[in-house]
């Protein structure tokens, strides 16, 4: 079975610019999350879908969004890039409560 | 609100000698607790969670509600142990959010 994969790996942007990434969960996984992964924070939650739907976001401003598609795949957008968003953005599937989570191997975002 | 603390940002040991790791949570309820492991230029993955009360790789952790804490132990390190650790804490609900530590690097030296 094929493990969560995520696309692009690295991206460069310039400030105020926008980023989409995009996550593909294992198959016959309904949920995916997204994390953002920077050395000083650590990894920090940024939403949770199921279903096509939003089920929980963190403390993140606006600028970032997500959504799912019907096949489970998901994307992220952050626009109005700053500095501080360069991170790693992991996503993760899971096929239900109890189960283990899987990630993906994260998308490098550097933010010029 | 949860909260997940791992109070040493780096650890370091000889190769042979015991590990903690140290993990101390905050949640009102009752979390599932997790390890996860990050070695380098490897994803995340799991390590270990409390519920299965396992020992993988030789690590194990035992969940102490009224200290709140998990900590991971291993009594004898090996250089293939050097990562980055995550605790995590699940706390149910109708998602399946995880709230991490900030991580500990563990190096096992030669």
């Known amino acids: 079975k094929a493990g969560v994969t995520q696309t692009p790996r690295y991206l460069i942007k310039t400030r105020g610019q926008q980023v989409t990434l995009s996550c593909s969960p294992i198959s016959g996984h309904r949920s995916v999350s997204w994390y953002q992964q920077t050395p000083g924070q650590g990894l920090q939650f940024l939403f949770e879908?199921?279903?096509?739907?939003?089920?929980n976001k963190g403390n993140f401003p606006g600028r970032f969004s997500g959504r799912q598609f019907s096949n489970s795949r998901s994307e992220m957008n952050v626009s109005t890039l700053e500095l501080g968003d360069s991170a790693l953005y992991l996503c993760?599937?899971?096929?239900?409560?109890?189960?283990?989570?899987?990630f993906g191997p994260g998308t490098r975002l550097t933010v010029l | 609100a949860q909260r997940v603390t791992q109070p040493e940002k780096l650890l370091s040991v000889f190769k042979g000698a015991p590990v903690e790791l140290k993990c101390n949570y905050s949640y009102s309820g009752s979390p599932e607790l997790f390890w996860y492991v990050q070695y380098s230029r490897q994803r995340l993955q799991l390590l270990l969670r409390?519920?299965s009360r396992e020992s993988i790789k030789g690590f194990t952790a035992d969940l102490n509600k009224g200290e709140t804490s998990f900590h991971l132990k291993k009594p004898f390190a090996q250089e293939e142990d050097s990562a980055m650790y995550y605790c995590a804490l699940y706390s149910g609900g109708s998602n399946y959010k995880l709230t991490f530590g900030k991580g500990t690097l563990l190096t096992v030296n030669p």
């Open positions: 409390h519920i």
């Open positions: 879908y199921f279903s096509e739907t939003q089920r």
């Open positions: 993760a599937s899971i096929l239900g409560a109890g189960n283990e989570q899987f």
